[in-house]
Every structure is written in C-alpha cells, then in structure tokens.
C-alpha cells in the first residue's frame, strides 16, 4: 500500500504489513521474502475493501503478477514501455505494435493499457505454472526480439543502466516476484489525477497518454466498456513456447 495520508502534495509512504485491526471483508495472505524477512499482505478482492484501501490513503494501486494462492506463479507476462526522456511518447506507440505483433506470433492473447504515468504496459494471460525467473526469462527474450525488429536503439532498448539508454526501456523486469505495477483503473497521484487506462489495439497507433483522467474515464467506460472484459478466461500454457523464441524448456514444474 502506498499512502498519501496528506493528499498528492504530502508526504507519501509505502505499508506491506496490513494493519493489526482490519475489517473482517479485508482478507490476508502471508508473504516470506527471500532475505528471510515475512510479512502479512492485504488482500483487496471486493468493494468494500477497496473503499477501505482508498481510505487510508492509498490514490494509486499496485499489484504483484501473481494473486492468492498462487503467488509465487504469475498469472501474467508484462512488457514495460518506460521512456527514457520527455518526447518519446510516439515511440512508446511504435514499439508497442512491435510488441504486439512479437505476442500474436506466439498465440498469446495480449492487453495494452497506458500507465497513468509516461508508459505503457503491454499485458499477457498466462497459466499460472511457472515461477517468476522463468516467466522473466521468456519476457527478456521477448523483449530482445521486439528490440531486434526495431533495430533502433534510440528508439527501443533493453540496456539495463539507466546511464546507457537512449531510447525507450523495454522493460521485462517486472517480471519478478514483489514487483508491481499500477493497476488497470488505479489513479495516479499526478495534476491531472491520470488513470491507468485499458486500451483497444486499434486505439494504440493514435492514443495520448494524457487523455485518460479520473474526470474522463466515466464517460469512457460507459460508451467503451472495459477492453480487458474476459482477459482471464482460458489463459494459455507459456511453457511450450519457450521454443519459439530460442530458449531452453523451463525448469519449473
């Protein structure tokens, strides 16, 4: 949870541990971290706990790829279209149909959605039977290959330092266990309150990052729906497309 307990323009703090006194409608889940340390999660799965979430302050939500109980196995692949400098917005677009086009040819359905922020995600359904290297594994081979096809790298870059990029950050490393990302509809604690916003494809080549707010989504989704409406019916099997982009058949059972 990332509390603003004093609006946008206070100070701000991150809160893993749920609260010892909670409602009953906020479930938990134990969480062990590698370094040993543990914690207690909440678990926001209904209405009421999301009005509880918002009330204590929390504008924008993050989530891991992963839910209860399967957290140590993503249910989703991501790519991450982070600019590196003011201006590359377009690119983002350009890379992003890249993305795409990489996706459909490994028959994995995918869902982009702006960030609220500079970026956008690019969002795949995946069964949940791989551990987290193994699914980042795939997405950094995937994000290569977009970066091949664009063969650019003032344009698309996978360079891991921040010093050495120049183009856009094809970002698989969110593909990691305990990172998150804003949520689809989560509001962003910007001036112009903007809304992580699912996309139709057909929407990407023209779309403005700054377009989705939390005063225009209303009428959006009343005339557009929800353009990730069924995501999570039959996710496919990343396993057996290891292949497909030269790599080793996954190790995880």
């Known amino acids: 949870m990332k509390r603003y307990p004093n609006g946008v323009d206070g100070e701000f703090f ?4 749920v609260p010892a006194k909670h409602p009953d409608f906020v479930d938990e889940v134990f969480v062990r971290f590698p370094s040993g340390h543990s914690t207690v999660f909440a678990i926001v799965d209904n209405v009421e706990a999301l009005a509880w ?8 939500l ?18 991450d279209l982070d600019p590196t400098t003011d201006g590359q917005w377009p690119f983002v677009r350009e890379i992003a149909l890249v993305v795409r086009e ?13 960030s609220g922020s500079t970026g956008l995600h690019v969002l795949a359904p995946i069964r949940p039977e791989l551990a987290f ?27 891991w330092r921040v010093a050495e990029r120049v183009g856009v950050f094809v970002d698989y490393g969110q593909n990691a266990r305990d990172r998150t990302i804003a949520s689809a509809y989560s509001v962003r604690p910007t001036p ?10 057909d929407e990407v080549p023209a779309v403005e990052a700054g377009s989705f707010t939390i005063e225009t989504m209303p009428a959006r989704l009343a005339t557009a729906g929800d ?20 790599l080793d058949s996954p190790s995880d059972a």
């Open 14 to 17: 991150h809160q893993k541990r």
């Open 192 to 201: 112009d309150a903007r809304v992580s916003a699912p996309l139709r494809w």
């Open 53 to 60: 979430v918002a009330n204590l302050g929390c504008i924008e």
């Open 133 to 159: 290297p193994e699914v980042r594994r795939f997405a950094k081979a995937l994000a290569q290959e977009v970066e091949r096809r664009i063969d650019d790298q003032a344009v698309a870059t996978t360079t």
């Open 102 to 114: 990489v996706m459909d040819e490994l028959e994995l359905r995918s869902y982009p959605k702006t």
């Open 227 to 246: 353009p990730m409406r069924g995501m999570w019916r039959n996710p496919p099997s990343l396993r057996r497309r290891f292949a497909a982009l030269g």
């Open 62 to 79: 993050h989530t891991w790829a992963s839910r209860v109980p399967e957290i140590e196995r993503p249910d989703y692949l991501l790519i």
